[in-house]
């Protein structure tokens, strides 16, 4: 724990950090690793923290949560904790092979890595560097961006500890991989996790990823995944967050795709203080399928902001971005889709759609869908909307006697349901389900989140007040 | 059942209804006709309560009840139907969901216990057989894609399910093929008891072949400016409206 420099802007601060905790932040990292974090610290330098200057964050400030004075912990102390003293899990029948990353650190339950009887590797990234450098090198840095934004230099610089799945060719992983992240700490954190998957050519691979906060206390998680599908891979990646009031989660998600790859991610948001997502597929090869929905479910103060960049690189690919949320209070969301057509991408199918509803005069959407198409053989489509729930159809479903509650809690499930419908994972897919409709409610607690329940600290729950349009 | 005194309404300072006076009584069946915008949907809209008007004056009992307390769910649950005109779209909520929730608010309302789920799927495919819906439509959302046919006929499988003691019918005939029109009529007779009323409002003769009314009203430029039994359809239907406006116009100015 360093407090030494607590005084300084954050951004000198960990420029500072850097340089004193050098040793620590290295570790057992590659030598490419390690020069891809000079590159970075200089980028971040020149960079900074993003802006409301900045056309991709006009509409969402850090500027107020960057004054906080963030504890900094450079070295795994939890990786021998017994997290079932933390929180009980409680999976259903989501029969998941299941890891944990406690405070930003992979917590080494069994072991930091293991190695499937089909040669598929979970666990620790740190661990990987150690074990697996070459096929970490292949990969690591290859898809993020950290020359186009500072978050992602800053976390390039800093990366320690983070999850990581190799999925050899041809190998179909049966059970989904569950990442659970928890932050829980006392004092203020600012916590940098990355991640690396690798589905190889033929695999298939399905990845949960639980974000959850055990803590009312401010914490800032300015996490990085890199996420490359080769050649016919399928993937799918789920983002489920429920978080406390007092935490921001950045998530910046760097896809790469290969010739005939599937990939489809989920964006679940149904709590979070300040969240971001960010999500950038290159789609490099022909033939690709690029698929990502997303659901926000927000009240009070909170900020939820989805940021998609899909790149079609090559010819032949379907891109389908569909994001849907509903807002109360004075909560704010932000949709940015950015969909690019190179020259070269003929016959590309684009598809973006974001749908909010809002509950109050307060809420706030800000939605811009985007297309920039430079091929002349293409099929896009874009659309955008923010209203209320429409008031036709609140009066035929009074005029059966349907109270006005009721009749918004249908509405509002219905227009959820759209999004929650695609996840394939049955298991998954009914509890969201019942998640969404207990959130609709208002009796979803954030320590109630997906499949661990909390039994350690005060649950606090956030309504979605149904009384109001 | 029904008794509607001097009823003047408007929207955005546009008078629609002026001075309307019905009377329906239980096991009655009355018509109501009239040319395009005269203000027929406004009066079933008004019974039903939306909001969208301005009641200036009258009144409007329901049982010995005032309408005018009770906001639309309550009127649902105390026996109202209102057939819509134009049915509404509810994209994601599926007719069996949204039918339970209606007849389930209904019982608690009227203290009774919820339907259980096997109780509720049997009581909808006896009424589906009553009305010669398919089931493929009744686990779609509601009335989302559904041809204007197929709107109505969902219209009157809602009214089956909702067993209400007055039911509005607005225009429920008009988009109906010769055999639809003849199972929704035989839908509306089959409701038909000794203690609820039906108030049918169409622009064709031909539905009342099948639901034969005891009164047939015309109602013109927001008055009903004339009333008879069902002779007056047929009459309607070959002389058209002219010379009841005519009539009409000359009551105004006399
Ligand atoms: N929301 C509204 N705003 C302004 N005028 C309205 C509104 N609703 C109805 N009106 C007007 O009130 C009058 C009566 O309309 P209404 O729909 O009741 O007629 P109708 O008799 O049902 O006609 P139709 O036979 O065409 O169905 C019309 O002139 C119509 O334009
Ligand atoms: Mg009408």
């Known amino acids: 724990m360093d407090t030494s420099t607590n005084t300084l802007p954050l951004k000198e601060r960990l420029l500072a950090l850097f340089e004193e905790n050098q040793e620590a932040i290295k570790g057992p990292s590659t030598p490419l690793v390690n020069r891809m974090r000079k590159n970075a610290l200089s980028m971040f330098r020149k960079l900074g923290f993003p802006t409301t200057g900045l056309e991709s964050w006009r509409f969402t400030d850090l500027t107020p949560l960057l004054k906080t004075e963030f504890e900094f912990d450079f070295s795994n102390q939890s990786r021998s904790m017994d997290i079932e003293k933390i929180f009980t899990c409680d999976v259903y029948d989501l029969d998941t092979f299941s890891v944990t990353l406690y405070n930003g650190w992979f917590v080494y339950q069994n072991a930091a890595l293991t190695r499937l009887s089909n040669g598929t590797i979970i666990g620790s990234l740190a661990k990987a560097m150690e074990v697996y450098p070459d096929l970490v090198d292949q990969y690591i840095g290859k898809a993020a961006k950290p020359e186009q934004a500072g978050l992602t ?252 509650r009721s009749a918004r809690q249908l509405m509002m499930y219905a227009f959820a349901m759209e999004v929650v419908q695609k996840i394939s994972i049955e298991a998954l897919r009914d ?22 329940h909390c039994n350690s600290k005060e649950p606090t729950t956030f309504n979605i007040d149904l009384s109001k349009i | 059942m029904l008794s509607i005194k001097n009823l003047q309404v408007s929207i955005n300072g546009k008078l629609i209804l002026k001075d309307l006076d019905l009377e ?117 959302s509601v009335n989302e894609g559904f041809s204007g046919g197929e709107k109505k006929k969902n219209e009157i499988f809602q009214m089956a399910l909702l067993e209400p003691r007055l039911a509005i019918l607005d225009e429920t005939d008009s988009g109906l093929d010769i055999d639809a029109l003849k199972v929704v009529a035989n839908g509306v007779n089959k409701l038909r008891r000794k203690d609820n009323a039906t108030i049918v409002i169409t622009h064709y003769q031909r539905l009342l072949d099948y639901i034969i009314p005891d009164y047939v009203h015309v109602l013109y430029e927001g008055r009903i400016v004339k009333s008879g039994g069902k002779e007056l359809a047929l009459e309607l239907e070959s002389k058209g409206y002219d010379w009841v406006k005519k009539e009409a116009g000359a009551q105004i100015q006399g």
């Open chain 1, 431 to 452: 509890r969201m389900d019942h998640l969404v409709e207990k959130r609709l409610k208002g009796e979803l607690s954030i320590c109630d989140q997906c499949m661990l």
């Open chain 2, 24 to 140: 329906v009584k239980e096991g009655e069946v009355h018509a109501i006709m009239g040319p395009n915008g005269s203000g027929k949907s406004t009066l079933a809209s008004v019974v039903a309560g939306r909001d969208t008007f301005d009641i200036d004056k009258g009144e409007i009992l329901y049982r010995d009840q005032n309408l005018m307390d009770m906001n639309p769910e309550t009127r649902a649950r105390e026996g109202i139907f209102m057939g819509f005109q134009y049915p509404v779209e509810i994209p994601g909520v599926s007719i069996a969901n949204f039918m339970r929730t209606a007849i389930n608010e209904k019982r608690k309302h009227l203290g009774l216990e919820p339907l259980s789920g096997a109780e509720f799927l049997k009581l909808m495919e006896e009424k589906k057989k009553l009305v010669d819906i398919q089931s493929k439509l009744t686990n779609r």
């Open chain 1, 153 to 404: 230099a800053l976390n390039t610089a800093f990366m320690q500890d983070g999850l990581f799945i190799y999925v050899p060719e041809g190998i179909k992983v049966e059970k989904p991989i569950q990442l659970i992240n928890i932050v829980d700490s006392e004092h203020p954190v600012f916590l940098q996790p990355r991640h690396l998957i690798v589905a190889g050519k033929n695999a298939g691979v399905t990845i949960v990823q639980c974000d959850h906060s055990l803590t009312h206390n401010i914490s800032f998680t300015n996490s990085v995944v890199e996420l490359f599908a080769e050649d016919n891979a399928d993937v799918e990646h789920y983002m489920i967050q429920n978080k406390g009031r007092n935490s921001a989660l950045i998530t910046s998600s760097y896809f790469q795709q290969k010739k005939d790859s599937r990939l489809t991610t989920h964006a679940i948001t149904l709590n979070g203080g300040f969240t971001r997502n960010i999500m950038d597929a290159s789609i490099k090869e022909s033939n690709c399928h690029s698929e990502h929905n997303g659901l926000y479910l927000v009240d009070s103060n909170q900020h939820v902001d989805n940021h998609l960049f899909i790149d079609h690189e090559a010819p032949g690919s379907y891109s389908d971005q569909l994001f849907k949320g509903i807002l109360d209070d004075e909560a704010r969301a932000v949709f940015s889709g950015k969909v690019l057509v190179r020259r070269e991408a003929q016959k590309t199918i684009a598809h973006q759609n974001n749908k909010n509803i809002l509950l109050t005069d307060e809420a706030k959407a800000n939605t811009q869908p985007h297309l920039e198409i430079y091929a002349d053989d293409v099929k896009c489509s874009h659309g955008a909307t923010v209203g209320q729930l429409d008031p036709q159809a609140m009066f035929y479903m009074r005029s059966r006697g349907i109270s006005e």
